[in-house]
């Protein structure tokens, strides 16, 4: 019998490269990447994808943020929950670069970095294990026919909902009307409820506006919050 060859992935990010790095990014990458970067994620260092050691968060809750962007809002939820650990998952270099100077001039020590496609990291995550998720201004992916790409899609969000505790938050910002329609129609059925749906001047508590919500902030799009919770 022929092995039938498994679908190529689609990643639900674009590029991975951006402009020409400052001598100070690289540096930051150079030096300050590879003693944050989650160790067993990656094929190279554990090929046998076995679960990944927790021992790293010391026992307190572990929180998600799934495309950190510029890092702006990862190094603000650090330093406002010094009790927590929170991981990043972030494939576009300048990204990690910019997250990396913001975390050497925070001083904060409760992040973990994954440098690459999240669903690396969900191959290892124990089950139950986050008690908290972020999706901020995912990468919206206009076209119709690329709306499988997204995110918020089963394949996704399976893995999402597999590595949730019951009651853990998910919390998605955007400001595509389109986004949210999907988002609303696709989570749900992965396990979780929606608890609180938002739009412009009612975010979190907690929130710090990123560079790409001011972003679309100047160019008359409105933000969208919505929480949802593990079943």
Wanted: aromatic residues 10%; glycine residues 10%; neutral net charge.
């Amino acid at each position: 019998m022929t092995d039938i060859p498994a679908p190529p992935r689609r990643n639900f990010y674009g590029r991975v490269h951006g402009k020409t790095l400052r001598a100070s990014q690289k540096d930051y990458l150079a030096n300050d990447l590879g003693p944050l970067t989650l160790p067993g994620v990656s094929v190279e260092d554990n090929p046998a994808r076995s679960t990944l050691d927790l021992g790293f968060a010391a026992g307190r809750p572990l929180w998600l943020e799934i495309g950190f962007g510029g890092g702006e809002h990862l190094v603000h939820m650090a330093a406002a929950n010094p009790g927590v650990t929170i991981i990043g998952a972030e494939p576009f270099v300048n990204g990690i670069a910019m997250l990396l100077g913001k975390i050497r001039q925070s001083g904060v020590t409760n992040l973990w970095l994954h440098p690459g496609d999240v669903r690396d990291l969900f191959d290892v995550l124990p089950d139950a294990c986050l008690s908290k998720a972020f999706l901020n201004y995912p990468d919206p992916w206009p076209k119709a026919r690329h709306h499988r790409r997204r995110f918020v899609t089963q394949g996704y969000l399976q893995s999402l909902a597999r590595t949730c505790q019951p009651g853990a938050d998910f919390r998605v910002a955007t400001d595509i009307p389109d986004y949210v329609r999907q988002t609303l129609e696709e989570v749900p059925p992965a396990g979780f409820d929606l608890v609180r749906q938002a739009g412009l001047g009612e975010a979190w508590d907690d929130w710090l506006s990123t560079r790409y919500e001011q972003k679309a902030l100047r160019e008359g799009r409105s933000p969208h919050y919505l929480t949802f919770r593990r079943q």
